[in-house]
């Protein structure tokens, strides 16, 4: 059998690529000299990690600027990555967004505003990526998180977007499936060196608590969501769509709930 996790000059599109888990998930594709398109919001924060790409063995590296807030300049931001290289391998989305804040002390923008990126831009990115996909053979991975699986404090607009992100998955997968397309998340758990993290756990004393409450007793690492990646998107996970993957060393098992006291504690200092 031929190497099934090869994708040197395969065209793999990571949307929110230039930081955290993205970014992890993108520079493990370049070096495994896969052609790997970034798109996010800062011009800056893209050309850098374009450079990276480069740097780490990318067969091609590009980059665009577009929110997944606004439908119609992330189109034009896809359209321009396949008249480069043609139809996309697999796609990444994982633009997200999030802050502590419990429901009551929460305006309806702040809600808005996570919805809007994790869940609306979720849907933006399917739409957006559809026409350019292989088919058959794309792979289309959601970046979820824990929040769409248990409850927590001080994250009822998280919890409420991500669970969206994973229906969206599961039905795409029912309506794609035919094609050829497969759709699936993962959720990771709480990933070191992340901004997401240094958000919910911005203390030593908070991250060594949410260390010890996996029960892996470590926290994970964005090669960790990579290889999961890798899999998802390889032949070897022909057979897999709809799958909803936690990545977490266990977290999700029990060891999240811990983070309870810590988000309401998080939300009342503000």
Not at 39 to 51: F, G, L, M, W
Request: hydrophobic share 50%; glycine share 10%.
């Amino acid at each position: 059998m031929d190497n099934p996790f090869d994708f040197v000059e395969k065209v793999v599109l990571v949307v929110g690529g230039t930081s955290g888990i993205n970014r992890g998930i993108a520079e493990a594709f370049a070096r495994a000299r896969a052609r790997v398109a970034v798109i996010s919001r800062a011009q800056e924060k893209v050309d850098a990690t374009v450079v990276a790409l480069k740097q780490q063995g990318a067969a091609e590296a590009l980059g665009f600027t577009a929110d997944v807030r606004e439908p119609e300049h992330l189109k034009n931001a896809v359209a321009a990555v396949h008249q480069k290289w043609g139809d996309f391998s697999l796609v990444v989305s994982g633009a997200a967004g999030n802050f502590p804040a419990l429901a009551m002390e929460m305006s309806p923008n702040g809600f808005r505003a996570v919805v809007d990126i994790d869940l609306l831009g979720t849907f933006h990115v399917m739409q957006a990526v559809y026409p350019f996909l292989q088919k058959p053979g794309a792979s289309i991975i959601n970046i979820s998180a824990p929040q769409a699986l248990i409850p927590m404090p001080a994250q009822s607009h998280v919890c409420a977007a991500k669970a969206g992100v994973d229906m969206i998955t599961r039905t795409l997968a029912l309506e794609w499936g035919a094609e050829g397309i497969r759709v699936n998340s993962i959720i990771p758990g709480p990933i070191e060196g992340t901004e997401g993290m240094k958000r919910l756990a911005p203390t030593d004393a908070i991250r060594h608590a949410v260390k010890n409450s996996v029960p892996m007793q470590r926290m994970g690492t964005p090669d960790d969501i990579a290889n999961a990646c890798f899999f998802l998107a390889s032949p070897m996970a022909a057979y897999i769509t709809g799958a909803i993957l936690p990545v977490d060393g266990g977290w999700s098992q029990g060891g999240a709930a811990m983070m309870g006291a810590g988000l309401t504690e998080l939300a009342n200092k503000k």
